[in-house]
């Protein structure tokens, strides 16, 4: 099983922050395969789960809100008995311009609460990650840019780059960290 960890925060008035392109990529991804997701109070999440390949594949978005979002993360893991070699998390990097993405096959949190979170609860920073471009930042606290709205301009850029980066994890789960790295980022 593969485990597909999306980070955002749960509320209709984070739905369309930076903060929330994890969540964004988890819905259109979901979206496309025709599934809907499923609050799973327990495992602290909302959870879908498909199939590609015989291979089960699960998403998930903790409803923990983004700076416990390990607490998610590990409860599935260790419900599912699922490897961290089979976790890849989708989150927002201020760091990136909007509309990139760069796969990651592990490294620190950079700054980035959920991902502080999962490496705390893993007690590994050994997962895949794909960060999604939120930037620049203009010269105002990060705490603040990442919880804005994207403009309606930016959302146009937005639904592209959530969209390739669905199809770029399912690349990823085929063909492996290397092969994704030199056609994605």
């Known amino acids: 099983m593969k485990l597909i960890v999306a980070l955002g925060n749960i ?37 879908t789960k498909f ?14 809100y983004m700076n416990l979002s390990g607490e998610a993360t590990i409860a599935v893991m260790n419900y599912y008995k699922i490897d961290i070699k089979d976790v890849i998390v989708i989150y927002d990097d201020l760091t990136i311009p ?21 490496i705390q609860c893993l007690n590994s920073k050994d997962f895949a990650r794909i960060k999604l471009g939120t930037g620049p930042q203009p010269a105002i606290p990060s705490e ?3 919880l804005q709205n994207f403009s309606k301009e930016q959302l146009i850029v937005v639904k592209d780059i ?24």
């Open 51 to 64: 199939k590609q390949n015989d291979e089960d594949i699960m998403i998930i978005k903790p409803t923990t």
């Open 98 to 118: 909007l509309g990139k993405m760069r796969f990651r096959k592990d490294g620190s949190d950079g700054g980035h609460n959920g991902i502080k979170s999962i």
């Open 144 to 146: 603040v840019f990442v």
């Open 11 to 47: 509320g209709e008035k984070y739905c369309f922050t930076r903060h929330n392109i994890g969540f964004m990529t988890a819905d259109k991804l979901a979206l496309d395969k025709g599934l809907s997701f499923k609050e799973e109070k327990k495992l602290k999440c909302f959870l």
């Open 162 to 185: 959530i969209k390739k980066a669905g199809d770029a994890v399912l690349f990823y789960f085929e063909n492996g960290i290397e092969k994704t790295q030199n056609k994605f980022n």
